[in-house]
């Protein structure tokens, strides 16, 4: 469909259930109340790091209002994991993080619980800690996983431990390379764990039903890896297993890998249904939450990179440590992303980067907002800005010099497609006032770029029903937090049938009613749920042309729909009602049911034979530093964006400002602390400092056209980019207003005056 | 210990018991099945779960619910008129400043406060109003925008 034609898409409609959240009627996962649900808790991990030599759950037994208390010897002898098979949903033999779960109990009430965990005795042997990622892969680190080998990759005699996973990017060859460069320029970055910290705790409901099933109620992003590893943990049939969404109140990859991202808060909760036969519902407390559940992962990066005088990048080499945390998770994945874009996203004709994924004892890498992404960018458009500055370059022209154009390859991306890269850098250039504005004492300018995946994954499917009055009910695979189900999914249901967005509804997932989904995550939404939506309101509109045409008499290549009409393409009198074709389908095939997938075979190919359409952002910023306080503050952020084809236009750039706030968060003032046992130092919001709106500039958003997607009308991804250029964005601005170059997040005001200091400029 | 706690929400008249130990956010949540006030950070830091006692937006988390004896509430369900949305919660689909939705009934509450003392807020006063307001998904270009829209129509210039 050409552009000029689309009717609703780039819009910005109201949002599905916009009501419903205004009135406080919304449901979200922590609404729920089930008939006779008991209170369920789960005693954590006192320790970073320790055998487990023995837990008496007598005691809480007795407690009055206690009907169930389980430890690991309660479940099934089986552990889950997403690359490395390595952990229990319940602690045996051994807890690796302070927060890993140990028992659980469920009671009347949540105090009774809370009083019952108290009364478990649970005796440990604590062990050494290891805490930093580079450290912990060296011989005297302790050990976290005595039966878990290293990766293949790795030779046994690497001297090498606790890594979890290995990935290796190789171009041409970097040393050579390196050695013939003018000039290289060699440095560090470090990034700390950061807590996704959507505002709803994470839940689970469970409860048996009088035919054997579990249901589970989860607020998870992937409610169909939540059934299959809730049913293998508790040695349940697939079939015997039904997860039901209830709304989430944001995830951000926090809730986004199975069971894993709630530290199995689902299957501990079946449990104690099983066990206690009765429904039991879990809420997490906000504090508890942060030192249990699935997060931006820590990461140290070696970055090297050789230069010819002109400014062409010759060659780069690096090392990652990527904090996996105590179990695999999905540090692997992570970590193995993060080394891939340490290679950058511009022309590098020879590249040699070693990635580790390494267990830590601490809590376990997720796959949040960009996993591996946004930290890579801190390194590497930071150390952009380093080699500038050593070539007495402009950074923006030094980028410039670097971009790759249509057909070039990228490290990781063996084609690209379109390359917006270029536009998006020097439309942020004149938003800024690049080399324009003026600068007052103390401040300074910045600029950064990134890009994110746009490449093939899980595919997902869409069934479109055709009610009896022309509304439309949308089955797919996906979770509404704030993303594509309830915002571009009706519209492109609506665009292919010509009906109101307000005609259509999305249905919450359920895994008996839903089509398979691996969940909102990955920047997949539009991708897999639009794309296969686009689809079936199509498969639909053919079926419905094709009883429309017997009707009026007409061939249903000449129909078209408009205002819930069906008519004859230049004959609009001739013309039928949707809802009475709809209606009358119930005496033909019962009900217009279109159907539509991703196909992720077709992208592949699609990708192979035109390459790769990734989008590509730049952000740029003019910062303050105060000489006195260190304290950084933002006086103007611009992020310029190709997205391709915007579905819902508010949505999309939503997505981008919220994603870019969160990394300005991590760049200006948010960690998780720990102290050296391991222990968080600050779990709760009081001293979880994250942006508020006295924090925040205004983010002065620009959507580039014109570099189409493989998504349903050119569209691509919007969710996760934004989070991956502020880091280094606003390291750059501080570096240009002083001098000094900040290598380790955050930039707070300690650290930043440190710096200053250390240079001798405070 | 429990105690009765007489109160007046959202104009109506609502006696129950809770135990004395009870925040208002409970009492609200659990004993009256008033879901629309949402629990977060349980530190009164997050605004999630902000409403209006005796005039004033509260966190509703860090307030006892015997304190709410003889108070006048007002929470995000008591805003609408029949289906007549608040401006307030008008402007904030309208602006699509709703995405996840979950800071959204406290916001709406905190700015509804903001409105009823000034329809024309500086950017000083919006800071001051919901600085205790966290949205970790919109990045608060949306929230600013819906604020402005409301106050606009408020005041009959939109």
């Known amino acids: 469909m050409a552009k000029a034609e689309l009717r609703i898409i780039g819009s910005s409609p109201a949002r599905m259930g916009g009501v419903e959240r205004v009135i406080g009627k919304g449901v979200y996962g922590i609404d729920l109340m089930l008939k006779d649900q008991l209170h369920g808790a789960i005693l954590r991990s006192q320790y970073a790091h320790a055998k487990i030599v023995s837990i008496d759950t007598s005691e809480a037994k007795k407690v009055p209002g206690v009907h169930v208390v389980v430890t690991a010897a309660d479940a099934p002898d089986v552990r889950y994991g997403r690359s490395y098979i390595d952990r229990y949903i319940l602690a045996r033999h051994k807890v690796r993080f302070m927060g890993d779960p140990v028992a659980a109990v469920a009671a009347d009430t949540l105090a009774i619980a809370r009083q019952a965990l108290k009364k478990i005795k649970v005796v440990y042997e604590p062990l050494p800690v290891a805490l930093d990622p580079e450290e912990a892969t060296k011989p005297a680190a302790p050990t976290l996983h005595d039966d878990m080998p290293l990766p293949k990759t790795i030779p046994a005699d690497a001297g090498l431990k606790n890594i979890c996973g290995h990935a290796v990017v190789h171009v041409g060859d970097a040393e050579k390379a390196m050695a013939e460069a003018d000039i290289v320029v060699d440095e560090v970055y470090e990034t700390r764990m950061i807590h996704p910290q959507y505002l709803e705790p994470r839940i689970a409901a469970a409860q048996m039903e009088p035919n054997g099933r579990l249901t589970v109620w989860a607020n998870a992003q992937a409610p169909f890896p939540v059934r299959q590893e809730t049913a293998k943990m508790l040695g349940l049939a697939l079939n015997n297993v039904r997860v039901i969404s209830a709304g989430l109140g944001g995830g951000f990859g926090g809730k986004g890998s199975g069971i894993t991202s709630g530290a199995a808060v689902e299957p501990i909760c079946g449990l104690l249904a099983i066990k206690a036969k009765r429904p039991v519902m879990i809420v997490l407390d906000k504090a508890e939450e942060t030192i249990s559940t699935t997060i931006r992962a820590g990461a140290k990066m070696y970055i090297k990179t050789g230069v010819k005088k002109d400014g062409t990048i010759v060659a780069r080499t690096g090392k990652v440590f990527y904090d996996a945390g105590g179990y695999s998770g999905f540090g692997v994945q992570a970590g193995g992303r993060c080394t891939n874009m340490l290679g950058g996203w511009y022309l590098m004709p020879n590249c040699h980067i070693e990635g580790y994924s390494v267990y830590t004892n601490k809590q376990v890498c997720g796959p949040v907002r960009g996993p591996g992404g946004p930290q890579a960018a801190f390194a590497v458009e930071s150390h952009m800005d380093s080699i500038a500055a050593k070539l007495g370059m402009d950074p923006t022209e030094f980028r410039l010099k670097n971009i790759p154009k249509a057909g070039d390859k990228i490290v990781g991306v063996p084609k690209l497609r379109d390359v917006s890269l270029g536009e998006t850098i020097k439309i942020a250039k004149e938003k800024i006032g690049w080399g324009k504005v003026k600068l007052e004492k103390n401040q300074g300018i910045g600029i950064a770029t990134g890009s994110w995946i746009e490449s093939a994954g899980p595919g997902g499917g869409s069934i479109v029903k055709v009610n009896e009055d022309g509304s439309v009910t949308v089955h797919i695979g996906k979770i509404d937090m704030g993303t594509i189900p309830g915002f571009g999914i009706p519209m492109i249901v609506a665009e292919e049938l010509g009906i109101p967005v307000s005609d259509v509804t999305v249905v919450n997932v359920d895994t008996d009613a839903s089509p398979w989904d691996a969940g909102t995550v990955g920047s997949r939404g539009i991708l897999v749920s639009g794309g296969a939506s686009r689809l079936a309101a199509i498969d639909a509109r053919n079926q419905i042309f094709k009883m429309a045409g017997r009707q009026l008499e007409a061939s249903p290549d000449d129909l078209e729909i408009v205002d819930k009409q069906i008519r004859v393409k230049g004959t609009p009198a001739k013309a039928v009602a949707l809802a009475t074709v709809a209606t009358n389908a119930h005496n033909v095939i019962g009900e217009v049911i279109g159907r539509g997938y991703c196909d992720n075979l077709e992208l592949m190919a699609e990708e192979k034979a035109h390459g790769s359409s990734q989008p590509f952002t730049t952000h740029a910023c003019i910062v303050e530093v105060s000489p006195d306080t260190g304290n950084v503050k933002i006086l103007k952020y611009v992020a310029v964006h190709d997205i391709g084809q915007p579905i819902h236009r508010a949505a999309a750039e939503g997505q981008i400002e919220g994603a870019a706030a969160m990394s300005i968060g991590q760049a200006l003032c948010e960690q998780v602390v720990f102290d050296q046992n391991g222990r968080t130092m600050n779990p709760s919001f009081v001293d979880y400092l994250m942006p508020t709106i006295n924090m925040m500039p205004r983010i002065e958003t620009t959507l580039v056209e014109g570099y189409p997607g493989s998504g349903p009308y050119g569209a691509k991804g919007a969710g996760e980019i934004a989070c991956v250029p502020p880091m280094a964005c606003i390291a750059n601005a501080i570096f240009n207003a002083t001098g000094v170059r900040i290598n380790k997040l955050p930039l707070s005001p300690e650290n930043v005056l440190r710096g200053l200091k250390e240079a001798g400029k405070a | ?158």
């Open chain 2, 1 to 158: 210990m429990s105690v009765t706690i007489n109160t007046k929400i959202n104009g109506q008249s609502v006696s129950a018991n809770a135990e004395a130990s009870t925040s208002l956010l409970e009492f609200l949540r659990d004993t009256l099945e008033m879901k629309g006030s949402k629990l977060c950070c349980n530190t009164g830091e997050c605004g999630a779960c902000t409403i209006i006692y005796n005039g004033k937006p509260i966190n509703s988390c860090v307030t006892m619910a015997a304190d709410a004896n003889g108070a006048e509430i007002v929470t995000i369900e008591g805003l609408a008129n029949g289906d007549k949305l608040h401006p307030v919660q008008q402007a904030f689909i309208d602006t699509g400043a709703v995405q996840c939705g979950y800071c959204t009934p406290g916001y709406i509450i905190s700015v509804k406060a903001l409105l009823d003392r000034t329809t024309k807020p500086t950017p000083e006063d919006i800071e001051e109003a919901v600085s205790g307001n966290i949205c970790r998904c919109t990045g608060y270009n949306k929230i600013v925008d819906a604020i402005h829209l409301a106050a606009d129509r408020i005041a009959g210039r939109a």
